[in-house]
């Protein structure tokens, strides 16, 4: 049996506060009471194994610059590969190719890769937050905390909650200040190229993120006593919907949704 070239923990089942939940909570707090209460695996999707196709690849191409290696580029598209075939969806892996190829050019110059850390697992426990996990994608100590992204458009130039959540996770969770978080983003247009964006970790942004973490936090709390004699929950406290009506199109509680958009017509 082959060994696997790149290795995820299974997150599944984690209850501490994570990023993949707060942003979840941002998008839509219909679908983040889902995930609490009735939590199902996402509706495999083109542009999410894309995503994690390339992480992989970029994660290969650290792990080599870091080693002090010549990157060997087959390796690095083996692990696409891998997650294309986990996830069972057909990728175009000449544009996984070209952005692999291309993140050596036009990201890797940027950064001193000796000492990086790939998916470093930071877990502890905040005032207000209570437990918190995370998995940064790339961490470069007492430099920056980048996290590698695919979008069918460019970031725009400002900071975000995510990233404010590993920086905070840095700080205050590991001790170890982080003075710059920033996106690596493949953009997906008919002139694809890598976009990096950095911020400043100012303690706005991390007072920031901790009021906007800490909604989440209150919400699941009330929820958890609104419900706590109810035979069949009852969503009391994360009543918004999706930041965007097709983002119902693809979410695996949609169909159990009363809120969810489906399109179509009557006709």
Request: aromatic share 10%; with cysteine; net charge negative.
């Amino acid at each position: 049996m082959t060994a696997t070239l790149v290795k995820r923990d299974d997150l599944s089942t984690r209850k501490a506060l994570s990023k993949s939940a707060l942003v979840g909570f941002e998008y839509c707090q219909t679908a983040a009471w889902f995930d609490i209460h009735y939590r199902k695996p996402l509706i495999p999707a083109e542009r999410i194994t894309f995503g994690s196709a390339v992480d992989a690849g970029v994660e290969m191409i650290a792990k080599y610059l870091r080693a002090g290696q010549t990157i060997v580029h087959e390796q690095c598209m083996a692990a696409a590969v891998e997650v294309s075939e986990r996830d069972s969806i057909d990728l175009d892996l000449d544009e996984v190719d070209k952005a692999l190829t291309r993140y050596v050019i036009e990201v890797a110059p940027h950064h001193d890769y000796s000492m990086v850390r790939t998916q470093e697992h930071i877990y502890g426990e905040l005032p207000d937050l209570g437990e918190v996990d995370g998995h940064p994608d790339l961490w470069f100590p007492g430099v920056l905390i980048e996290d590698n992204k695919t979008s069918g458009r460019e970031k725009k130039n400002e900071p975000s909650f995510e990233l404010g959540f590993y920086a905070l996770l840095a700080q205050e969770v590991v001790g170890e200040p982080v003075p710059k978080v920033g996106y690596a983003t493949w953009v997906r247009t008919s002139r694809p190229h890598w976009q990096r964006l950095e911020f400043d970790v100012t303690d706005e942004l991390l007072r920031w993120t901790v009021e906007r973490a800490a909604a989440y936090v209150r919400a699941k709390r009330a929820d958890a006593v609104l419900n706590a004699k109810a035979e069949t929950p009852i969503n009391w406290s994360f009543t918004g919907g999706p930041a965007w009506a097709g983002k119902c199109a693809d979410c695996q509680y949609a169909p159990e949704c009363t809120i969810a958009y489906r399109g179509g017509s009557d006709d």
